[in-house]
């Protein structure tokens, strides 16, 4: 039952990504303007058992997300919800068919290893919410264990401290419950069998985002990044 469970989240997965490529082809000149990115998130997301649920108000443009990060799972959850583009680490842009689909769907790639790249790359940052597009961040900078979150890394607040005029700081917590430590997708595993850990599950996986209020700007990237983790922390303590 559950190999025909799995066979049948992936049979529709894959019509929703067919459909969403096609259609995405066929509107090529007016494809930003339908929301082709956001409507894959979400439906694709369904497809694999996503059941999201939103809490509070997402500030809707001129914004950066905050958000904890503990699976492949949040992308999905986070797009769907939000016409959000998201930071990504650049080796992301290499992974078959995923990295052709973050680009299409504006994905800005970071390079940590490299100071002088990062410098370009939040001034790229900067330049897309000055856009007014949503954009997410994940400042752990990996996935956690779904116990506890990583220290956010300051590095990565660069481009908002300050912010561009207008664009605020907005915490997002992601909540899976019971299930976010047998999801997580940590350390060193590799993503087929956490994916046939996903799709084996029974029933729907509750994902609940908690939009939280906005951080008062800062210059301080380290005071930005701590209020980001307290305030996401005490909201999955909720």
Partial sequence: MTRYRAAARIAVALSVLGFCLTGYALTWPIRKRLGWTRFFLQWFGEALGLDVRVEGKPVGRDVLYVANHLSWLDILAMGGATPTAFVSKDDVSQWPLVGMLARIGGTIFIDRQSRRAARGQ?????????????????????????????????????????????????????DYGDAATEIAWSGDEELGPNARTVLNRPGPLVCTLRFLPPLAPSNDRKQLAAQAQAAITAALAR
């Fill in 122 to 174: 939040a001034d790229q940052l900067g330049l897309a919410l000055m856009d007014h597009r949503p954009i997410t961040l994940f400042p752990e900078g990996t996935t956690n264990d779904g116990v506890s979150l990583f220290p956010f890394r300051p590095a990565l607040f660069a481009s908002v401290a300050p912010a561009p005029p207008g664009v605020v700081i907005q915490p997002v917590a992601i």
